[in-house]
């Protein structure tokens, strides 16, 4: 009989360095790619794999991120699959969860009424793909009581991650510490470590048995990487799933093993910009393995005008439906659904998010446009930096971000 599996995504997380796209939402629920939400990466992952029982543990300003999940993913009932967002409940006491490990102790009737023998614990909010059944398949055969994935980066990283250092085995884990200046290479790479993905797989027993005595622990930050996997990993039950080994049917030597923690606006932004080289670095159009998310009634993207240099073109693009470029030059961009881009308008190198307007003869570079900004006719974002930040949010790396339903003075 095949193992039972209950899968939980830990959608509760503020994002407070995405701000402004999280000043009136949760992070998973940040808009990404044009037509997804971050989301719609980690539920598409486990639905290819046939993991159909899934539970998304949400808290911050989660009401996008609830409308999302319940128009958007609906699975068969007559199987008893089923995705669902679930609140703080509050049912060990009058507070919300203190973090992801708190939220899981707090969510423990979820665990009950499933009765799985081994639980997925994914993040929601990084941009990948992953087929996570031979995760599992790995974590069985281990006979761990956690596997945690974990991404090769450079030695000279490893203070920028959550490390796992592991022993002469190469699989289980012998230390797991936060942003080390010290880190050890590993035994077969000597230059590189593994970063943590926050993708964790646990036998049920084990996982319940820890956060529970977490929950005793008045010192304990309640996080799973912080407090529940070092607990682990000091009783000797903790081994690492190398993402490298993880083979994604339809995936391409280019675009094999992407992974990204898109928890910053320059991460963000150039996640995005991975999106539309030629032969991209993270390639949407892996029919193998699609990324779901809602399809709205939009018609297709519309592209009009071909009067002198009044021509409606998109060069280096992701365009997506319900968009008109008219008689603009769009390049290097992504563009959501409902854009409008008007005549002798210049758009480069931006992420212009659903309903975003941009009038006649304005320029746009570098820069991050939330739903419904309209940009006026003749106004500049990205093109004096300094005169920008007097106005918006510009990023260390000097991408310009304007904020949901903001208007853009001329």
């Known amino acids: 009989m095949a193992a039972k599996v209950l899968a939980i995504v ?79 409940q509050q049912r060990r006491g009058p507070w919300w969860f203190a973090g992801s490990a708190d939220a899981i102790y707090q969510s423990f009737n979820l665990i009950n009424d499933e009765q799985p023998d081994y639980v997925i614990v994914f993040g929601a909010d990084h941009i990948y793909r992953m087929d996570p059944r031979q995760m599992v398949e790995d974590h069985i055969a281990s006979g761990a009581g956690v596997t945690v994935a974990g991404i090769r ?20 884990i012998r230390a797991f510490r936060e942003k080390p200046t010290d880190a050890v290479g590993l035994p077969d790479a000597p230059d590189q470590i593994y970063a943590s993905m926050g993708n964790y797989v646990f036998t049920t027993k084990a996982l319940c048995e820890a956060v529970e005595r977490d929950a005793e622990d008045k010192t304990s930050k309640h996080d799973m990487g912080g407090s ?11 081994n690492v799933y190398d993402f490298r ?26 996640a995005h910009m991975d999106l539309i080289n030629v032969h991209p670095v993270f390639n949407l159009y892996n029919f193998d393995w699609p990324i779901y998310t809602e399809q709205p009634p939009y018609p297709p993207a519309k592209f009009v005008h071909q009067w002198g240099e009044r021509v409606g073109r998109a060069v280096g693009s992701l365009v997506s439906p319900g968009a008109v470029i008219s ?53 500049e974002i990205g093109v004096d930096l300094e005169k920008d ?16 339903g903001q208007r853009v003075e001329p």
């Open 228 to 238: 529940i996997i070092p607990m682990l990993v000091e009783r000797g039950e903790a």
């Open 153 to 172: 980066q450079p030695l000279s990283t490893a203070d920028q991650f959550g490390v796992i250092e592991v022993g002469e085995d190469g699989r289980r």
């Open 389 to 404: 930040r007097q106005r918006y949010v510009v990023s260390d790396n000097g991408v310009v971000v304007i904020g949901k």
């Open 10 to 88: 830990l959608a509760g997380g503020e994002g407070k360095r995405l701000m402004p796209l999280t000043a009136d939402r949760a992070k998973p629920a940040v808009p990404f790619g044009g037509m997804y939400r971050m989301v719609d990466f980690v539920l598409s992952n486990l639905a290819n794999a046939g993991y159909l029982k899934i539970v998304v543990l949400t808290q911050y300003k989660s009401h996008s991120l609830d409308r999302h999940i319940t128009k958007t993913w609906r699975m068969s009932t007559l199987l008893g699959n089923y995705v669902t967002p679930v609140p703080a």
């Open 327 to 379: 008689g603009s030059l769009v390049e290097n961009s992504v563009v959501s659904p409902k854009v409008r881009v008007h005549s002798w308008a210049h758009v480069d190198g931006a992420v212009l998010m659903e309903g975003v307007e941009i009038g006649r003869h304005a320029v746009v570079r570098r820069a991050i446009l939330d739903k419904n900004v309209f940009v006026p006719e003749g106004a």
């Open 245 to 270: 080994d993880n083979e994604v049917p339809g995936s391409t030597d280019r675009d094999r093993g992407y992974w990204r923690d898109v928890g910053t606006l320059d991460s963000f932004y150039d």
